[in-house]
């Protein structure tokens, strides 16, 4: 009988943390804007590459200071922000890695103090071999309602063919800034 009481014991226990570790990996992903899925899976994918400004080209700016250089700059207060009024229905980041690459993963980071990223599907990533002609690769959704201030939001690739020039074309009204851009690349 005392025998039988402990189990139930530890049954209750083991139930009980496996509810706390579950709520709290639950509460973990929303803060992010993540599914549990892209979380898991992103780390470890690839290597982070070292970008200098000189390699990234921007559709707009408005102004000196919110310029394609704060988007590699490794500092969380800076961002890139778009011509505003907008004079163009879409804005575009592009990459030159200077030889064909195949893209594991992109983290974006969110401006901390307003919400101005896409939503839905309105990203596509891009790859091209001539900086001209340019090839769909992904559409980069997000729920811009669960993405908050300051926070990255992270997309894994499946691993497709090598592009020596990269671009996120966005078509979205509300899109105006990102703070900060990480490319991964195959290990
Ligand atoms: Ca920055």
């Not at 009481?5 to 929303?30: A, H, N, P, R």
């Not at 390699?55 to 590699?72: M, W």
């Not at 401006?111 to 091209?128: F, T």
């Not at 499946?158 to 991964?184: M, N």
Request: aromatic share 10%; proline share 2%; glycine share 6%.
């Amino acid at each position: 009988m005392k025998a039988i009481l402990i189990k139930k014991d530890l049954l209750i226990t083991l139930l009980t943390c496996g509810f706390i570790i579950g709520l709290l990996i639950w509460v973990y992903s929303e803060d992010l804007g993540l599914s549990l899925k892209d979380s898991s899976v992103f780390m470890g994918k690839g290597k982070k590459i070292s970008l200098k400004a000189s390699q990234v080209e921007v559709s707009s700016v408005d102004g000196p200071t919110v310029g394609r250089e704060n988007l590699i700059d490794g500092n969380v207060d800076t961002f890139w922000h778009v011509k505003n009024p907008k004079e163009r229905n879409e804005e575009w980041l592009q990459i030159d890695l200077l030889e064909k690459e195949v893209i594991t993963g992109v983290r974006i980071l969110a401006r901390k103090d307003a919400s101005q990223l896409w939503s839905g599907n309105n990203a596509v990533w891009e790859g091209s071999n001539d900086g001209q002609n340019w090839q769909d690769l992904l559409k980069l959704s997000m729920e811009k309602k669960k993405i908050n201030k300051g926070k990255w939001v992270e997309f894994l690739f499946p691993t497709s063919s090598a592009f020596q020039y990269y671009r996120i074309k966005i078509k979205d009204p509300s899109f105006f800034s990102i703070a900060e851009l990480e490319i991964y690349v195959k290990e």
